[in-house]
């Protein structure tokens, strides 16, 4: 690899049409497929000082992703981290045993 290709981390640039974010604790870049016209991936859009127009938020539903804080009513009915409708059929605890087994042996006894 020609010293030229490298960036001060000793790394190669990023691949072509991926993240331009360096992860320090993996010596690497992010991997992630970025959007037609970016340099970072919707994940670190943040560490971007050119697209700071926008802010990006927690998910309150899953604090392990960011979303677009203008977007977030839109983002919470398709997080596939929300509590989804139970069946119809489902029954809260229905195997679940006895709830006082004390009281029921008192009956029986």
Do not use: W
Not at 15 to 24: A, D, K, T
Not at 54 to 69: F, G, M, S, W
Not at 73 to 94: G, M, T, V, Y
Request: with cysteine.
């Amino acid at each position: 690899m020609a010293a030229s290709a490298l960036t001060p981390h000793g790394t190669a640039f990023p691949e072509e049409g991926r993240c331009g974010y360096f992860v320090e604790k993996k010596k690497r870049f992010c991997r992630m497929v970025v959007a037609a016209g970016k340099r970072f991936c919707g994940e670190h859009a943040g560490a971007s000082e050119e697209e700071n127009a926008r802010k990006r938020i927690l998910c309150p539903l899953d604090p392990k992703h960011t979303v677009y804080e203008d977007q977030l009513a839109k983002h919470l009915k398709k997080c596939n981290s929300r509590e989804k409708p139970k069946p119809d059929f489902f029954i809260q605890d229905i195997n679940a045993g006895l709830k006082d087994e004390t009281e029921i042996l008192d009956q029986l006894v």
